[in-house]
């Protein structure tokens, strides 16, 4: 199955809208980096700031 294509902005307004936070000292320039603590594990996120991602296949 196929992706859309997606700009980086909505995608970090997705990811922050269901709990995920920027990361102190992370994602430098091209990059964005976004953390969520869940049961005492923190999951990362980098997304680039790009005006299209790259589509992927989901399998």
């Known amino acids: 199955m ?3 294509q997606v700009s980086s902005h909505p995608l970090i307004k997705k990811f922050k809208r269901i709990g995920y936070l ?7 320039g091209s990059h964005v980096a976004l ?3 869940t ?3 923190k999951l990362l996120v980098i997304i680039p700031k790009r005006e299209v991602l790259i589509r992927i ?3």
């Open 2 to 4: 196929k992706l859309p």
């Open 22 to 28: 920027d990361a102190p000292f992370q994602g430098k």
């Open 35 to 37: 953390y969520k603590d």
């Open 39 to 41: 049961d005492g594990t």
């Open 57 to 59: 296949s989901v399998r």
